[in-house]
């Protein structure tokens, strides 16, 4: 850590990492995988801002429906469209879990955002997770669906057939670093950005560049409420073009 | 004096590996820069081509975060 | 330098791992966690969230699709009322010209008689003021030859001659005639 070295001796205290730091809630410095810690209260936060807009803000059943309502029917609206277009008539099965997928992540990194919080979807062994249980699924239900069939994604039939053992490699190598991509993706993302408003707000700790870092926190938190809802889409649809290469292999 | 050598190297590779990022901005920027090109020519046709645009981007992208990756783990982890 | 580097890094190292992402003691809990609030989320959406939004989006579809569908009911309608009134108007329309045709014809067949009667009528007036006149001006004409004679006699007597009764009035009859 040089910028921390550096930074004792000009004054500036660099830290951009330690808001990432997993601890214990209630003391104590193990982390046993049942330990209460920081990870689990900002996932119930999730799971409660998720149970608020979904249940709390529909219970009326409005016809007419109110702000909260509409935007639950859009989140609603707008993945089932998204796996309607990308995945077909066929994925729309597998709605429910492509929706706790996405609103998991979008509600994470949108609490992320939050000062002070901490941002579960910059783990790698949050979003690890997440991708594999994507591509073990993916690839055990194409397998499942097709059998060896399920093997032509990867024999590209279109091309001419010097090419196809070549093209299959690349689609080979490309299929398996799908979840290293998919998860490092979307943790780089908020991890990059966080880091990078932490910089700047030790930045405004000089009086000469305070005011000047302070416009550039608030700008790269502006551009980072973006990212957090397009990593979670980018997240879903990346599912849906996975599923659907599952469910149709055949290009 | 060893130890400080291979950390310069690290961190000289961590320098590096962040020029991937440009390729990355220089991709990302190439899929904007043409759909917006082929929506303003057919208007019509780019709402429903919204979604391939940013899986272009996430693909684009992806590189640039392994750059990132890459530098980080030179940094922290090597 | 060098030294302080490394002592600044090996405490950073102490407190906390240079990139908590790749402190591999905290993996288990971050998972554990991590799946509980997936089916925690799973559950809600599965269970709750999603058959409630469905079935409120179908009931909204339905209500839209039923009030098109009586809406265009209703303009079919009016539709079929305008049309009516049209048609309606028309006939009215078509009637009052008979009638006003018939009126007219009714009319014209009794201006006609009425003229007929009334060039009668006249004719026999005609008639009968011509024979007055006629007897009027035979009349006046005697009287004329009558007066002429008497003054011819007169200015004849009054310039000192005597005139014979025969020559002024075959005179004056000669002069009534020019």
Partial sequence: MASEAQGEETGLVFHPMEQFVVKPLFGGDTVMWYTPTNVTLWMALTVLAVFALLVLGTSRRAMIPSRMQSVGELAYGFIYRMIED???????????????????????????????????????????????????????????????????????????????PVLALIEVISYFVRP??????????????????????????????????????????????????????????LTCVYLKDALHPHH | MEGDIVQMGAYIGAGLACTGMGGAAVGVGHVVGNFLSGALRNPSAAAGQTATMFIGIAFAEALGIFSFLVALLLMFAV | MATQTNDAAGQAADAAPGMPQLDFSTFGNQIFWLVVTLVAIYLILDRIALPRIAEVLAERQDRITGDIAAAEDLKAQALAAEEAYNKALAEARTEAQTI??????????????????????????????????????????????????????????????SADADAISAAVTEQMKG
Avoid: C
Wanted: proline residues 2%; without cysteine.
């Fill in chain 1, 180 to 237: 290293l991509s998919h998860s490092i993706r979307l943790a780089g993302n908020m991890m990059a950005g966080h880091a990078v408003i932490k910089v700047f707000a030790a930045f405004a700790a000089v009086l000469a560049i305070s005011p000047f870092a302070i416009v550039a926190i608030t700008a790269i938190y502006a551009l980072e409420v973006l990212v957090a809802f397009i990593q979670a889409y980018v997240f879903a649809i």
């Fill in chain 1, 86 to 164: 990308v995945a077909g008539k066929d994925g729309v099965k597998y709605f429910p879990y492509i929706m706790t997928l996405f609103m998991f992540i979008v509600f994470s990194n949108f609490l992320g955002l939050l000062p002070m919080a901490f941002t579960t979807t910059s783990h790698i062994a949050v979003t690890g997770v997440l991708a594999m249980a994507v591509f073990l699924t993916v690839t055990i239900l194409g397998f499942v669906k097709h059998g060896l069939g399920f093997l032509g994604v990867f024999w590209i039939s279109s091309a001419p057939l010097v090419l196809r």
């Fill in chain 3, 100 to 161: 006003v045709a018939k009126a007219k014809a009714d009319m014209q067949v009794e201006l006609e008689a009425a003229i007929a009667k009334a060039d009668v009528e006249i004719a026999a007036k005609t008639a009968v003021s011509e024979k007055a006149i006629a007897e009027i001006r035979a009349g006046a004409l005697d009287s004329v030859s009558l007066v002429a004679t008497e003054t011819a006699t007169a200015v004849v007597a009054a310039i000192g001659g």
